[in-house]
């Protein structure tokens, strides 16, 4: 399984950016799919994920902003970020957990937002 990402790149605070990853994985209909994120000397975090049956949950922190949404048919998951703030700079990381929690992660995309 391959997780290829992009989008990434630098943005103004309040701007948006998109990001999108395509995997190539069987079963990716039946996998939980979303997005990570690392800022520098900072654990790995959650930023927003959708599962199988469409359900999907997100950190506080993004909540109202950020977007996670998956195309099956095109095996991608994207990640649409508006209101951009300052602390959302990190590098993003899209990720796949199969139906046998089995998990694979793509290569990470940078992320910078300026003020």
């Known amino acids: 399984v391959q997780l290829q990402a992009s989008g990434g790149g630098l943005a103004q605070a309040e701007g948006s950016l998109r990001l999108s990853c395509t995997a190539s994985?069987?079963?990716?209909?039946?996998?939980?799919v979303g997005w990570f994120r690392q800022a520098p000397g900072k654990e790995r975090e959650l930023v927003g994920t959708?599962?199988?049956?469409?359900?999907?949950k997100y950190a506080d922190s993004v909540k109202g902003r950020f977007t996670v949404s998956r195309d099956n048919a095109k095996k991608t998951v994207d990640l649409q970020m508006n209101s951009l703030k300052t602390e959302d700079t990190a590098m993003y990381y899209c990720?796949?957990?199969?139906?046998?929690?089995?998990?694979?992660w793509g290569q990470g995309t940078q992320v910078t937002v300026s003020s």
């Open positions: 994985a069987a079963g990716f209909g039946s996998s939980t």
């Open positions: 990720y796949l957990k199969t139906q046998w929690h089995k998990e694979y």
């Open positions: 959708v599962y199988s049956r469409g359900g999907s």
